[in-house]
């Protein structure tokens, strides 16, 4: 993992928040939250909440009573998910790190993290902190990207890219959000955790934009995309989301496009 691939500063959550959310995120954050009202937990801990997607559904489908905290690593992300929760639900938002939580040993009933293992630097010490702050019986719900020839835009953009940049390819979405998709090793590596029940199953959805520019802006400004297209030539990162949006409108069409995407979900039993 590239040191960039976990910074998410500047305009970056802004314009996550803006164009990548609905464009992808939003989908999941809905089905992972139905499941977690399914469970009926009395407290509720979310690491990797980014821009809040998954918290603002876990504010309208779980009661007021409910404990509900959300963490993420950047604090600026944090800062953009704080505006977008209805101030009557009480949330407890706290910066930390998924990988050094800082709760007591099992006090939630439920741990949640959507798109967010595949950042962690240690993944087996990621799950051992879920394991360790979940009660005995709670549940582990973590979703992650499935490879990136399974999501489409992700990949004409990866694809776009490689073509202008042929000597030296950005490869962060390759990387980073698709790089962590095998279920055996995942289960495995929950399993090594202390899970003792682990499922999963392959959840897809569809990508919509009105237009190309959209998910071009959004992966290749508002994702840390962005930083490895500046450390080849900063001037041309406007030109690099005008390709993207080009080979988008090529392979989707010039106006409202759709392109599949496939996530696998898991449940991890304490």
């Known amino acids: 993992m590239a040191a960039t691939d976990r910074s998410f500063t500047g305009s970056i959550p802004q314009l996550y928040q803006r164009h990548l ?13 139905e499941e977690v009202r399914r469970l009926k937990p009395g407290s509720v801990l979310e ?8 918290t603002r559904a876990l504010a309208t489908v779980l009661p007021a009573a409910t404990r509900l905290v959300a963490t993420d690593l950047n604090a600026a992300m944090l800062d953009v998910a704080r505006t977008h929760v209805p101030c009557d639900r009480p949330v407890e938002w706290r910066q930390a790190d998924a990988l050094a939580l800082p709760f007591a040993d099992e006090t939630f009933d439920a741990v949640i993290c959507q798109f967010g293992a595949m950042f962690f630097p240690d993944k087996h010490q990621g799950f051992r902190e879920a394991w360790r702050v979940l009660k005995p019986s709670g549940c582990y719900l973590l979703s992650v990207w499935d490879k990136i020839g399974a999501n489409e835009f992700p990949d004409a953009v990866t694809r776009a890219l490689a073509e202008m940049f042929p000597d030296d390819p950005p490869r962060f979405l390759a990387r980073t959000p698709h790089g962590y998709c095998d279920t055996a090793r995942i289960i495995e590596d929950l399993k090594a955790a202390g899970f003792a029940d682990v499922t999963s199953k392959v959840v897809s ?5 009105e237009t190309a520019h959209e998910p071009a802006l959004a992966f290749c400004q508002g994702t840390p995309l962005r930083s490895e297209i500046e450390a080849r030539d900063a001037a041309r990162l406007e030109e690099a989301t005008q390709r993207v949006a080009g080979a988008l409108a090529k392979r989707f069409g010039e106006g409202p496009i759709e392109g599949r995407i496939r996530a696998i979900v898991f449940c991890a039993t304490r």
């Not at 959310?21 to 939250?33: I, Q, S």
């Not at 959805?205 to 934009?209: A, E, F, G, P, Y």
């Open 47 to 54: 690491t990797a909440a980014g821009t809040g997607v998954v």
């Open 205 to 209: 959805h569809v990508s919509r934009s």
């Open 21 to 33: 959310v609905p464009l992808a995120f939003e989908p999941y954050a809905g089905d992972l939250a």
